[in-house]
């Protein structure tokens, strides 16, 4: 368009749509930019975030082995005539690796699940069993603070075990997640109640603690891999958020649904709902890992 051509009126017309475009580029270009910034921050907050977590995670292997290395060295140096106190310091050593053995496999776990690579390993589980496994492998860690572990079967009064079409493995894994916190927040000599329950092709497990509880501000963030929860309890127990969140994850490849009640000072229960896998079986689990029967077709 010649604007020599352009009377006056749309000459000022042509303008007034011009400076009217040109300020709709500005809106938009600097909405790109608030964009762009928060774009940044999040990328920036991610690595903050990532950075902490990689800390956290040398901290659980690393604090473990060097009390298992003093610990040894104690040992060694014994006299023979002090050998009682060998037997006190077994029993830290077995805790220590008991727990950097836990910490592992959730960090393996937690690799895998960031890889795409886990899926379910269906065979028929002996819930009960699997159960009663648990509570004996926590044994030592529920007497360091005096806690006592019930279990409580809803299907006890069947004659038949307990089987539930799922993954051992995981459900094991989900599980010693679940009891560590509940035994690590719960106050000495407190109790810690697991409950199962079979209703048709549904399994319904739930863990019940008595201790500190999470907070509400809390409540949003348990479940994020990358994030530690913020509380005071956090200066006098180990341990980051990277077990509840392989629970969630474990909790979505079994596609079942998950859920808590928490009070602070009260305690918290967790409950997780599980259907029964419909792909086929692989044999039958007594335990956590070992199945048995490996021709079986469920």
Not at 283 to 292: A, D, F, R
Request: glycine share 4%; net charge negative; hydrophobic share 40%.
């Amino acid at each position: 368009m010649d604007p020599s051509k352009l009377s006056r009126e749309e000459l000022i017309l042509e303008l007034q749509t011009r400076l009217q475009e040109n300020e709709l580029l500005n809106q938009q270009l600097e909405q790109m930019d608030r964009s762009l910034l928060e774009v940044n921050k999040k990328l920036a907050d991610s690595e903050s975030l990532k950075s902490h977590f990689i800390s956290n995670v040398t901290n659980e292997i690393n604090n473990p082995f060097t009390s298992i290395l003093a610990l040894a060295e104690n040992i060694l140096n014994v006299d023979k005539e002090e050998w009682k106190k060998v037997i006190s310091m077994v029993s830290l050593i077995h805790t220590e690796v008991f727990n950097l053995d836990f910490q592992l496999k959730n960090i393996f776990t937690a690799a895998k699940l960031e890889a795409g690579e886990i899926i379910p390993e269906i065979s028929r589980v002996n819930i009960s069993r699997l159960i009663d496994d648990l509570i004996e492998s926590f044994k030592y860690e529920a007497r360091h603070k005096n806690v006592k572990i019930k279990y409580i079967n809803s299907n006890e009064a069947s004659e038949d075990p307990m089987f539930f079409k799922t993954d051992a493995q995981k459900i094991y894994l989900l599980l010693c997640n679940l009891l560590s916190n509940a035994i690590k927040f719960s106050y000495d000599n407190g109790n810690i109640i697991i409950t199962s329950k079979k209703e048709n092709n549904t399994l319904i497990l739930s863990v019940q603690d008595f201790g500190q509880g999470i907070s509400k501000a809390n409540t949003q963030i348990i479940f994020d891999r990358f994030r530690r929860i913020d509380s005071g309890i956090n200066t006098i127990h180990r341990g980051h958020s990277l077990g509840l969140s392989v629970i969630k994850a474990i909790v979505d490849i079994l596609e079942g649904k998950i859920s808590f009640i928490s009070k602070a000072k009260k305690g918290s229960t967790f409950t997780i709902i599980f259907p029964e896998s419909d792909k086929e079986s692989y044999g039958t689990s007594v335990n956590s890992g070992e199945i048995l029967f490996n021709d079986e077709k469920l």
